[in-house]
């Protein structure tokens, strides 16, 4: 039997998730809640960690034609992510919300989503351009950004 407190992280969950699934075709649902929810229990993030913590449903390689060349648009998606984090910051507080890219340098171009992008550390020991993956991230900024 459920906690009242578990009981309200499943609820919050649900909302969140069916909110998020909004951006997205009612095909592609499924799979992104079975990511996301491998995701957050999995330690490291990543789509085959993920997928190695749930009972997943689809072939493996199909998780990552789906992320790299389906039918969805990350921008949507993000867009709901942050009207998910906006709605809920209190009315009148400042909140600082970061968003970060990083190239994940790869040797194969066979990875899903990779491309050439320039590389703005300027390493010595590396090309202008190199083989990588773009990463963004999302993160909140805890302190007051003035102090």
Same mark, same amino acid.
């Given at each position: 039997?459920?906690?009242?407190?578990?009981?309200?992280?499943?609820?919050?969950?649900?909302?969140?998730?069916?909110?998020l699934t909004g951006a997205l075709?009612?095909?592609?649902?499924?799979?992104?809640?079975?990511?996301?929810?491998?995701?957050?229990?999995?330690?490291?993030?990543?789509?085959?960690?993920?997928?190695?913590?749930?009972?997943?449903?689809?072939?493996?390689?199909?998780?990552?034609?789906?992320?790299?060349?389906? &039918?969805?648009?990350? =921008?949507? #998606?993000?867009?709901?992510?942050?009207?998910? +984090?906006?709605?809920?910051?209190?009315? @009148?507080?400042?909140?600082s919300i970061i968003l970060d890219?990083?190239?994940?340098?790869?040797?194969?171009?066979?990875?899903?989503?990779?491309?050439?992008?320039?590389?703005?550390? &300027?390493?010595?020991? =590396?090309? #202008?351009?190199?083989?990588?993956?773009?990463? +963004?991230?999302l993160d909140e900024y805890k @302190?007051?950004?003035?102090?």
């Amino acid at each position: 039997m459920l906690t009242s407190e578990q009981k309200v992280i499943l609820r919050e969950l649900s909302l969140y998730t069916t909110f998020l699934t909004g951006a997205l075709s009612s095909i592609a649902a499924p799979t992104f809640c079975e990511l996301l929810l491998g995701s957050m229990i999995s330690d490291e993030g990543f789509l085959t960690q993920a997928l190695l913590v749930i009972q997943y449903e689809n072939v493996w390689s199909s998780y990552h034609h789906w992320v790299s060349q389906g &039918k969805w648009r990350w =921008r949507d #998606l993000a867009h709901r992510l942050i009207l998910l +984090v906006c709605s809920k910051v209190p009315d @009148g507080q400042i909140t600082s919300i970061i968003l970060d890219d990083l190239t994940i340098e790869r040797c194969s171009a066979k990875a899903p989503a990779c491309r050439i992008h320039r590389q703005h550390s &300027k390493k010595k020991n =590396r090309g #202008l351009y190199i083989l990588g993956q773009c990463w +963004v991230f999302l993160d909140e900024y805890k @302190g007051h950004p003035y102090i």
